[in-house]
T-cell receptor, first 113, second 112 residues
Framework: KNQVEQSPQSLIILEGKNCTLQ??????????LRWYKQDTGRGPVSLTI?????NTKSNGRYTATLDADTKQSSLHITASQLSDSASYIC????????????FGAGTRLFVKA | NAGVTQTPKFQVLKTGQSMTLQCAQD?????MYWYRQDPGMGLRLIYY???????DKGEVPNGYNVSRLNKREFSLRLESAAPSQTSVYFC???????????FGSGTRLTVV
């Protein structure tokens, strides 16, 4: 069964600290993996998109890694800011003839001053 | 550049009423999608349109219909609303199927 599991469910960190969010998937055959940031009451906004051949991609203070062998991805946030408080969603697409894109339930990040 | 525009932003319906959620994109994207987001769950696909003139069911299509009016517009209709359809609905578009999404800001629907 195609699944995307994210951990932790929620996380509280102090402003200025780093954190890492995890995503494990069983979607097959793999096509791409994306990370989105969703602020409360808003639609998700794309942070990174990675294909099979990419194992690291950065977007400012956000760095995503992908290990296609172990089917794991992580999103590392450096020097967190209050504005990083949001849900972070991992999305994995399968490269089949049909359409299969699975969303994780997200990690809720709270950054405190 | 507006991106993806959804209307309305909020709506309260009585059980059995009907309504249409509107979505338009101005990025010349080929593919468009309707998702619902419920607490504690990942976004679930209701319907999608890979390209103008085509629509297909997603994971949770029951109780919904869609129309791809033209390349820009993709509407979602609830014919007879039920409390189980209380949710936040997101429209999204992408240049191609499996491409990166641009999401609208969502419609918060409550069915009483």
């Amino acid at each position: 069964k195609n699944q995307v599991e994210q951990s932790p469910q929620s996380l509280i960190i102090l402003e200025g600290k780093n954190c890492t969010l995890q995503c494990n998937y069983t979607v097959s055959p793999f096509s791409n993996l994306r990370w989105y940031k969703q602020d409360t009451g808003r639609g998700p906004v794309s942070l990174t998109i990675m294909t099979f051949s990419e194992n690291t991609k950065s977007n400012g203070r956000y760095t995503a890694t992908l290990d296609a062998d172990t089917k794991q991805s992580s999103l590392h946030i450096t020097a967190s800011q209050l504005s990083d408080s949001a849900s972070y969603i991992c999305v994995v697409s399968a490269g089949t003839g049909g359409f299969k894109t699975i969303f994780g339930a997200g990690t809720r990040l709270f950054v405190k001053a | 550049n507006a991106g993806v525009t959804q209307t309305p932003k909020f709506q309260v319906l009585k059980t059995g009423q009907s309504m249409t959620l509107q979505c338009a994109q101005d990025m010349n994207h080929n593919s468009m999608y309707w998702y619902r987001q419920d607490p504690g769950m990942g976004l679930r696909l209701i319907y999608y349109s890979a390209s103008e003139g085509t629509t297909d069911k997603g994971e949770v299509p029951n109780g919904y219909n869609v129309s791809r009016l033209n390349k820009r517009e993709f509407s979602l209709r609830l014919e007879s609303a039920a409390p189980s359809q209380t949710s936040v609905y997101f429209c999204a578009s992408s240049e191609r199927l499996l491409g990166g999404y641009t999401f609208g800001s969502g419609t918060r629907l409550t069915v009483v």
